[in-house]
């Protein structure tokens, strides 16, 4: 029988090493693949290497050098910019003396205009004589006649001889109802009595669904007859109440009749003595009339000289806004003299200063944008030390399963000797 063994563990140094070599070897191709060399019509873009020490690592790596070359004309342009920023430089070099000679000489404010003010505004007219005591306002009224002696008939109704008021009798109503309830309900009874017994003789029992149906219906009909009744109750109480009204309205009318008699004769009287009134307030109006229009007339005169003494205000005021806006017309614009001649005086100050900074801040030299190009991916590095791993874990588990077997194997073997000698089967010194 052979012996249990496990195969021998993988060399796991050597895979990482390996996988290391190989991410190296990776990343060495992925750098040169990324760096090629760009051709345009205005310049190209090349890289050049040189084996280099890490002084880090001490290794021996690559160093790579990025060159742009641009194209002979754009080349001979770019150094001519430069020249011109140069000889731009050494011009505003030879400013700088002039610049700080300006600068040294204090701003002159003894002959700048002077500061000019308008001056105050004239003193604005507002007394105007006062004739409100010539004002008329009150204007003498003439006798009104405001009120009469109505003597003769006066205006009245007597409603005395009117029968009374009705009020609507329940209580007919109620014994009307009454009478018919006693005359229907033994009716009624009659109808419910034959329908029990017709029921009864169907083979309809006591209490059930057909039966208690039926009854239902019965009392919906007897309930609809007696609220008949007391509807019919009801109108006949209306018509009792109604010919009552009638008569009560017939009086009424009768007095109705009298008292427009005595006042038709109060009226008639009421209007000769109205037309007797309006005949002396139109006389006392038209006097009033009359001297309401003197009081006015007056009083228009009075306005009148009111009006012209504002108008002369008026004009003096206005002469003298006119002078001050002359005075103020004539401050702004010499103050705007002394700010032209500030202005004018600051922009020489600094105009050499300006000039210098102009040279200094001119075109600066733009370099070419080369194009973009896609870059190379990154490879994947062979998994060597997960590699070995796995082909080690599979022989590990072949010579587990192998080792598996030879055990089972012997089992069976050391079951069937130990049958064996149990059962006689070998022959030890001649016994069996």
């Not at 290497?49 to 990025?66: C, L, M, S």
């Not at 007859?225 to 209306?238: D, F, I, K, S, V």
């Not at 009560?248 to 427009?260: K, T």
């Amino acid at each position: 029988m052979g012996s249990k063994r496990t195969p021998p563990p993988p060399d796991y140094t050597g895979a990482a090493m390996a996988q290391a070599q190989a991410s190296r070897e990776n990343l060495n191709m992925q750098n040169f693949a990324n760096r090629p060399t760009i051709n345009t019509p205005f310049g190209s873009e090349t890289w050049q290497t040189n084996a280099v020490i890490d002084p880090a690592t001490g290794q021996r790596v690559t160093q790579f050098t990025q060159n742009t070359t641009l194209n002979p004309a754009l080349q001979q342009a770019l150094d001519s910019q430069i020249n011109i920023q140069q000889g731009r430089s050494d011009l505003a070099n030879a400013f700088l003396g002039r610049v700080g000679e300006e600068y040294r000489q204090p701003f002159d404010f003894q002959n700048l205009p002077a500061l000019t003010s308008a001056g105050m505004p004239g003193q604005l007219q507002t007394n105007i004589a006062d004739y409100s005591p010539g004002l008329q306002s009150d204007v003498m009224r003439q006798g009104v006649v405001s009120g009469f002696n109505f003597g003769g008939p006066q205006m009245s109704v007597n409603f005395g001889n009117a029968p009374a008021l009705p009020q609507y009798d329940a209580g007919f109503r109620n014994q009307v109802a009454g009478e018919l309830m006693e005359q229907m309900l033994p009716v009624q009874r009659m109808q419910q009595q034959a329908l029990e017994t017709d029921l009864s003789n169907r083979g309809f029992k006591v209490g059930s669904v057909g039966y208690q149906r039926a009854l239902d219906d019965l009392n919906a009909r007897q309930s609809g007859e007696r609220y008949n009744a007391l509807n019919q109750a009801g109108n006949e109480a209306q018509r009792l109440f109604n010919m009552q009204m009638g008569g009560r309205q017939q009086g009424v009318n009768e007095a109705l009749s009298a008292g427009n008699f005595a006042n038709q004769a109060q009226g008639q009287f009421f209007n000769q003595l109205m037309g007797q009134a309006n005949l002396a307030n139109q006389a006392g109006q038209q006097a009033f009339g009359q001297n309401l229009a003197a009081a006015q007339f007056g009083n228009q005169a009075l306005n009148q000289a009111q009006g012209l003494d504002i108008n002369r205000l008026q004009a003096m005021n206005q002469a003298s806004n006119q002078q001050f806006n002359q005075n103020l017309q004539y401050a702004q614009m010499m103050n705007q003299l002394r700010q032209q001649a500030i202005a004018e005086q600051a922009q020489r100050r600094g105009m050499s200063l300006n000039e210098m900074n102009a040279l200094l801040t001119g075109q600066q030299v733009g370099m070419p944008q080369m194009p973009r190009f896609v870059p190379s991916g990154v490879a994947e590095t062979p998994q060597l030390l997960a590699a070995a791993n796995m082909n080690y874990q599979a022989q590990l588990d072949a010579a587990n399963a192998r080792n598996a077997g030879i055990g089972n194997a012997m089992s069976g073997l050391f079951g069937l000797g130990s049958a064996a000698l149990g059962g006689g089967l070998f022959n030890f010194g001649g016994r069996t």
